[in-house]
């Protein structure tokens, strides 16, 4: 599956919680701890994820083919993601600073998740989208829309795009708000100042 996500600034929180519980079926509140590796070459993370409402606690492996496509002007964030589920994190840290990878980053992460259903319709294949209202410290809100698709190719890209844009105005939330850096990106240069 392609991940295609878009992601934007929120000014008002409450508004948007009020928004997309009228718009999108809630589903849960999850706080997310990553911690990023990286030799120089690849970058890999590792994720503790903790659902609030069902008090579960897993760890998960993501490595991540990251890439931003301008397609009519605008940046489209589309990752092939592989991951998996670990039942303890630390063989996998151990060999992972023996193999030479270093810790480049850390990131919380507070998300709510709201699921909208048939969100867009790409090659006969109805796909559902998922609103995540995300706090990231210190960079505040954001909003985060992702559909899953089973096709990579520019005309499907693009009609996600469309659709995604379409759900961030269903939110109430303007274009001019999308975010086209990655949240490490904007860590990393947070800590340089």
Same mark, same amino acid.
Request: proline fraction near 3%.
């Given at each position: +599956? ?13 508004? @948007? ?5 009228? $718009? ?37 492996? #993501? =490595? ?5 496509? $301008? ?6 964030? &589309? ?23 270093? &810790? #480049?980053? #850390? ?12 969100? &867009? ?5 109805? @796909?559902?989208?998922? =609103? ?6 210190? %960079?505040?809100?954001? %909003?985060?829309?992702? $559909? ?9 890209? @693009? ?13 109430? $939330? ?8 990655? =949240?490490?990106? +904007? ?5 340089? &100042?």
């Amino acid at each position: +599956m392609t991940e295609i996500e878009l992601k934007a600034h929120v000014d008002e929180p409450e508004k @948007l919680r009020e928004r997309l519980n009228k $718009i999108a079926k809630f589903s849960l509140q999850v706080v997310r701890d990553d911690t990023y590796y990286g030799n120089g070459k690849v970058s890999i993370r590792i994720r503790k994820e903790n659902v609030k409402s069902a008090n579960k606690t897993s760890l998960l492996f #993501t =490595y991540k083919r990251k890439e931003k496509r $301008i397609q009519n002007g605008t940046v489209v964030e &589309v990752n092939d993601e592989h991951e998996c589920i670990l039942s303890e994190s630390e063989p996998l840290e151990a060999f992972l600073k023996d193999a030479g990878f270093e &810790v #480049t980053l #850390t990131k919380h992460k507070e998300v709510e998740d709201w699921c909208f259903i048939n969100a &867009v319709s790409v090659n006969g294949k109805v @796909l559902s989208a998922t =609103y995540e209202l995300c706090l990231v410290p210190p %960079l505040g809100y954001f %909003l985060e829309i992702e $559909i899953l698709s089973p096709f990579s190719d520019e005309d499907s890209v @693009l009609a996600v795009r469309k659709a995604l844009e379409s759900l961030l105005e269903k939110a109430g $939330i303007s274009k001019d708000k999308i975010e086209n850096r990655y =949240y490490k990106e +904007m860590l990393l240069s947070c800590a340089e &100042v």
